[in-house]
């Protein structure tokens, strides 16, 4: 660590500017924000710097600078084109044990200024020690997007309550429960949408109501299986969990975003591998949530898109759990995209039709003549065992045998396999098919060719193999 973060604290102290320019203008800005007195030595100085010291609300020491103007400062930054006057002040600072920071100079700098997103009383600072101020601003408007303007107020308001809050709720363990629940609920929403009012209503019928040994479900889709298509919420979720229940398709590298001291089990259902009924993930959900466990429920793609997420949710339901439901992109979309077969479009599809490969042994059968429409898009999930009846039924009610159809596996991930054919291939693609996969019955399967852009490891050594051979 090159230098060691802190937050000072510079309210009504004196902090001595030199230089009186445009840099000069944004330090001393910074500067005001942080209610220090400012005092500038310039020989001119900027339009913005003049306005402030004809309202008084900086003063201008004096045109040319001498040491003894650091005499009674907290510290002092040099913004000056001078080389040889910063080198002086640099000096002069160091002689009297005061923080300096020469702007653009880091080796004459006792502390430096970081990249600061402001939520006050929230504040984030980032520094690369220097080496790379892009690569930190960078950082800085991906955090920006991401920390909701109210952040500040929420943690206002929140201060006000700690003191009630911790004279009712004296575990520390009920607390942090407490203000999880808070952050990521009502609360939350109440203050992003400017009702602080409500907002402290809401804080405190939960202390009222609030049962620390009650936990609750969250249901969280996991995506298609890349960990940057993970939505934010469901990482808040991750990181907050006490227990974790997972499906096979979710991806290890989302696995590795949930919080380390979290318990982590394996629930999935899968061709060939011992599987967990689902009745027996619907008790479990319950007992650990009933002990005021925070339960995520993990799901590969949506939740409710053939996840059975409305099912454990209707066994919550009847045992009085709380819930709530993350979403996530579905496979159908994260496939398709990763994939270059946009699922609608103008000129081919009107419409696409999700539906799964197989139904509970006493459901209905599928209308085929309505999926074998022509210009839609048909996304069929859990469709590879079923390929060869999938692609003669849908023939047979008159989808056009040179239909093209795309078989997607292990979508999103470095692993990406794509089969592309036509609809009377499709029992002989999937033979070849890795699973989990997806299947894309369309016209704009078509558009595949020219649309793909995500360069698998599997598209590379098919390239490879293709140039020995034409060798």
Request: glycine letters at 8%; one cysteine or more; proline letters at 4%.
């Amino acid at each position: 660590m090159d230098y060691l973060p802190l937050f000072a604290d510079i309210r009504q102290r004196p902090v001595l500017v030199v230089g009186g320019g445009e840099v000069a203008a944004r330090k001393v800005a910074l500067l005001k924000k942080a209610g220090a007195i400012i005092k500038i030595v310039a020989k001119n100085i900027h339009p913005e710097l003049q306005i402030l010291q004809e309202n008084h609300e900086i003063e201008w020491l004096a045109k040319n600078f001498s040491p003894e103007q650091l005499d009674h400062v907290f510290l002092v930054i040099a913004a000056t084109n001078d080389s040889l006057l910063n080198q002086q002040i640099y000096q002069a600072a160091e002689q009297r044990h005061r923080l300096v920071n020469v702007v653009d100079d880091q080796q004459k700098c006792s502390f430096i200024f970081p990249s600061i997103v402001d939520r006050a009383p929230v504040t984030l600072a980032l520094s690369s020690a220097g080496t790379s101020p892009v690569l930190v601003r960078m950082l800085r408007e991906k955090l920006e997007a991401l920390l909701p303007q109210s952040l500040g107020k929420m943690a206002e308001i929140a201060g006000k309550w700690r003191p009630r809050i911790k004279e009712k709720l004296p575990a520390i363990k009920d607390r942090r429960l407490f203000w999880e629940k808070a952050f990521n609920g009502l609360f939350a929403h109440k203050v992003a949408s400017g009702d602080w009012e409500a907002a402290e209503k809401t804080l405190a019928e939960q202390l009222e109501k609030d049962n620390p040994k009650q936990g609750e479900i969250i249901l969280v889709g996991a995506g298609p299986g890349d960990a940057g298509l993970l939505t934010l919420r469901g990482l808040q979720a991750l990181q907050q969990a006490d227990i974790v229940l997972y499906d096979y398709l979710v991806s290890p590298a989302v696995l590795e975003m949930i919080r380390r001291d979290a318990k982590k089990i394996c629930v999935g259902k899968r061709a060939g591998h011992h599987s967990v009924a689902q009745e027996e993930t619907n008790r479990r959900l319950i007992e650990w949530a009933q002990q005021g466990k925070k339960v995520v429920r993990l799901k590969g793609g949506d939740p409710f898109i053939f996840g059975r997420g409305g099912e454990e949710l209707q066994a919550a339901k009847q045992a009085s759990i709380p819930f709530q439901v993350v979403p996530g992109i579905t496979a159908a979309s994260g496939a398709a995209a990763y994939a270059g077969i946009p699922l609608t479009h103008r000129d081919y599809s009107q419409n696409v039709v999700f539906i799964t490969g197989h139904c509970q042994k006493d459901g209905n059968g599928l209308d085929w003549a309505t999926l074998a429409r022509p210009h839609q898009t048909l996304v069929i999930y859990m469709g590879v065992m079923n390929a060869g009846k999938i692609s003669e039924a849908l023939i047979k009610h008159g989808r056009k045998a040179d239909t093209p159809v795309a078989i997607i596996a292990h979508a999103t991930l470095p692993n990406q396999q794509i089969l592309n054919g036509r609809l009377d291939q499709l029992e002989s693609l999937a033979k070849q098919a890795e699973t989990p996969a997806l299947l894309i019955i369309g016209e704009v399967g078509g558009l595949q060719s020219d649309l793909s852009w995500f360069s698998s490891k599997t598209d590379k050594e098919d390239t490879k193999s293709s140039l020995i051979n034409l060798a």
